[in-house]
T-cell receptor, first 110, second 113 residues
Framework: DAKTTQPPSMDCAEGRAANLPCNHSTISGNEYVYWYRQIHSQGPQYIIHGLKNNETNEMASLIITEDRKSSTLILPHATLRDTAVYYCIVRVGDNNDMRFGAGTRLTVKP | EAQVTQNPRYLITVTGKKLTVTCSQNMNHEYMSWYRQDPGLGLRQIYYSMNVEVTDKGDVPEGYKVSRKEKRNFPLILESPSPNQTSLYFC????????????FGPGTRLLVL
């Protein structure tokens, strides 16, 4: 699976958009980008995933660059409850071994 | 409510005393797996199961056993726990092996003395 690089930490003001970047320069054509988050020591929570096109759901938007070497997770209106560690994962289908790296610790401040 | 449940949530035990952590999902998912999470090491997969009676090793299977006799249950067995198995354990399930959308349980915090 392709390796991902994320900043270790980010801050965001409550009510503002949180933009979390992820670099995956070695991604292959059939590898998906997944985003999960982990609030404190709870079980990781799936957020969104995509292959080539930008994706949006009720939680977030995922913007993937045209060359697919990087992506950005956008939380449009961050709340204090969005404070968590966010993981960007790149994987191929078939094997569900999700390689969680260190992630980005997002702190939403009042 | 669709969920993955784990029991117990917290456990303190002593070296060598066999224990089982149960995992159950009510979503009729085919794929289930176990992870452990340690500071600085992230989540690492222990075992996974693509369907009933089909299990395979993940990255760190040593010291653990699993079984998948029913679709909904995937217990993790530590035959002879050791202090280096002190960790936070997560069970996860997914509709099938080809889908990366996994649903995680709340976690089991284990301390082996």
């Amino acid at each position: 699976d392709a390796k991902t690089t994320q900043p270790p930490s980010m801050d965001c003001a409550e009510g503002r958009a949180a933009n979390l970047p992820c670099n995956h320069s070695t991604i292959s054509g059939n590898e998906y980008v997944y985003w999960y988050r982990q609030i404190h020591s709870q079980g990781p929570q799936y957020i969104i995933h995509g292959l080539k096109n930008n994706e949006t759901n009720e939680m977030a938007s995922l913007i993937i660059t045209e060359d697919r070497k990087s992506s950005t997770l956008i939380l449009p209106h961050a709340t204090l409850r969005d404070t968590a560690v966010y993981y960007c994962i790149v994987r191929v289908g078939d094997n569900n071994d999700m390689r969680f790296g260190a992630g980005t610790r997002l702190t939403v401040k009042p | 409510e669709a969920q993955v449940t784990q029991n117990p949530r917290y456990l303190i035990t002593v070296t060598g005393k066999k224990l089982t952590v149960t995992c159950s999902q009510n979503m009729n998912h085919e794929y289930m797996s176990w992870y452990r999470q340690d500071p600085g090491l992230g989540l690492r997969q222990i075992y996974y199961s693509m369907n009933v009676e089909v299990t395979d090793k993940g990255d760190v299977p040593e010291g653990y056993k699993v079984s998948r006799k029913e679709k909904r249950n995937f217990p993790l067995i530590l035959e002879s726990p050791s202090p280096n198995q002190t960790s936070l354990y997560f069970c996860a399930s997914s509709p099938s092996s080809g889908i990366g959308t996994q649903y995680f349980g709340p976690g089991t915090r284990l301390l082996v003395l």
